[in-house]
């Protein structure tokens, strides 16, 4: 096989890859009312059936990686892969809302995997000269599937059923596994020790937080069960830091933290996901509750705003270099929270869609404004060899953004209204949305913030501290 057959390859295989893994971040948020009145679910059972794919996925970012440098990763690819379709299969499967949520945490461990080692086999895979103009081809194919997530589940919804959106994913995965077991080529990085310890603190801190937030309203937030699940979750993500700045190879080294560009853009990207996630959650479900489109109407009506990254993210990325990163993240997001402003603004059962098409207009070029720049940000403020992990907690720190945003903005809406008439939904949704765009206006003032002053990366022992120049 000549170079130039295996770059392809190594492009195509990867890039499909994490098309189907980012596709399900928000594929099944049409799907959301026609699965409650199947599968007889509550607004916490649809929560988590959003929430165990995010969460999972997030936590276990940045495990993927390690496991990949250990263990090989055109081989851990495979098997990421394998528990993908394995759990889309019994999500298609599932008899109730249980069942359901339990596969979609299966599928977040599988794309946990898959996700990061598809960066990481494509940046080892493609030449050097044109490594920069592959991984900005693959980041634009992960932004075609978030754009096509609510488009894509409404369609097979109208057209077949629910579960065919997970039916999907199978013979895609099928394909896959045998290619990319005969196509890539084997690599493994240093021979590191996985952080178990820090990933079990992870993830049963953020397990006891999510928890709450999402039983809070139905068990009463002064209730022994929500109370000790926050506490136990706030206590356990603090032995959490704790346990990272004492082990010799952290998943996630809290000095990074240290450094102000890092913080403030990953401060920055949560509240941005948590506005946009928690919002599309609750839009999708508008549309069709409410307003009585079909779940291909109303993945079709979300598009402008999940679309326009296609068209502008490149602009913003070739001005990011003349206005500063930073600069162009924090514009992103004011004109993302002015979107979802207006959205809260004008929406009522009877709302004619028109008006809502200018606000999801500027919400999509904010979230492009916001999503071109942030990746060399973050990794600007890190030495070369540490952008793997700073890339991996990036991934992982927007990912619970949304996990967080779909669980706090739909216990406001059930707090300010419901499911019980159509005033009731608007008036819960519409509250949920002020808090977003007020969140995400938040992240715009973190984004300013970080300015454009020579910061230092962060500390490490014997060696030289460069400085950068933040973007």
């Known amino acids: 096989m000549t170079a130039k057959t295996r770059t392809i390859w190594t492009f195509a295989i990867t890039s499909a890859a994490v098309f189907m893994a980012t596709l399900d971040n928000l594929v099944v948020t049409t799907a959301l009312p026609v699965i409650r009145k199947d599968l007889h679910a509550s607004i916490e059972s649809l929560e988590w059936t959003v929430n165990a794919y995010t969460l999972t996925f997030a936590v276990l970012l940045l495990t993927g990686a390690a496991l990949g440098d250990r263990f090989g990763r055109r081989r851990m690819l495979a098997v990421g892969l394998g528990i993908f379709t394995l759990s889309s299969a019994a999500a298609a499967l599932a008899p109730s809302a249980g069942a359901l949520i339990a596969a979609r945490a299966a599928q977040g461990v599988g794309g946990a995997i898959v996700t990061p080692l598809t960066l990481t086999i494509l940046s080892a895979g493609v030449p050097a000269n044109r490594r920069g103009a592959f991984i900005g081809a693959w980041s634009g194919i992960a932004g075609l599937a978030v754009a096509f997530g609510p488009l894509v589940g409404g369609a097979v919804v109208s057209g077949i059923s629910w579960h065919w959106i997970f039916w999907l994913n199978v013979p895609i995965g099928v394909v896959l596994i045998p290619l990319a077991l005969a196509r890539l080529d084997e690599t493994h990085g240093p021979a590191t020790k996985l952080d178990l310890p820090g990933l079990a603190l992870a993830s049963g801190g953020l397990f006891g937080i999510v928890w709450g937030l999402v039983r809070g309203n139905g068990q009463g937030w002064a209730s022994p069960e929500i109370v000790g699940a926050l506490t136990a979750g706030a206590i356990v993500l603090a032995l959490f830091v704790l346990w990272e700045l004492r082990a010799a190879e952290p998943m996630l080294p809290m000095r990074f933290f240290q450094n102000r560009v890092f913080a403030l853009a990953n401060v920055a990207s949560l509240l941005m996901f948590f506005g946009m996630f928690g919002s599309i959650f609750l839009l999708s479900q508008f549309f069709q509750s409410i307003q009585g489109y079909s779940p291909l ?89 540490e952008e793997g992990q700073a890339s991996g907690a990036q991934n992982a720190i927007r990912e619970l953004g949304g996990v967080f945003g779909v669980a706090v903005l739909a216990s406001v809406f059930s707090a300010y209204g419901g499911y019980r008439t159509s005033d009731t939904f608007v008036n819960g949704m519409n509250a949920a949305v002020w808090i977003g765009a007020g969140v995400v206006l938040l992240g715009a003032v973190a984004a300013f913030a970080i300015g454009k002053t020579r910061v230092r990366v962060a500390e490490q022992p014997v060696q030289a501290e460069p400085l950068v120049e933040a973007a």
Do not use: C, K
């Not at 162009?328 to 929406?347: H, N, R």
């Open 297 to 385: 109407g109303s993945g079709v009506r979300i598009l402008p705003w999940t679309i326009m990254p296609m068209f502008v993210a490149p602009i913003a990325g070739a001005l990011s270099d003349r206005v500063g990163g930073a600069r162009l993240m924090g514009i992103g997001l004011v004109l993302q929270a002015s979107g979802l402003a207006s959205i809260a603004a004008v929406s009522t059962p009877t709302t004619p869609y028109w008006q809502l098409v200018a606000p999801f207009m500027v919400s999509g070029i904010g979230m492009a404004m916001f999503w071109a720049p942030v990746a060399n940000v973050v990794l600007a403020a890190v030495r070369p060899e």
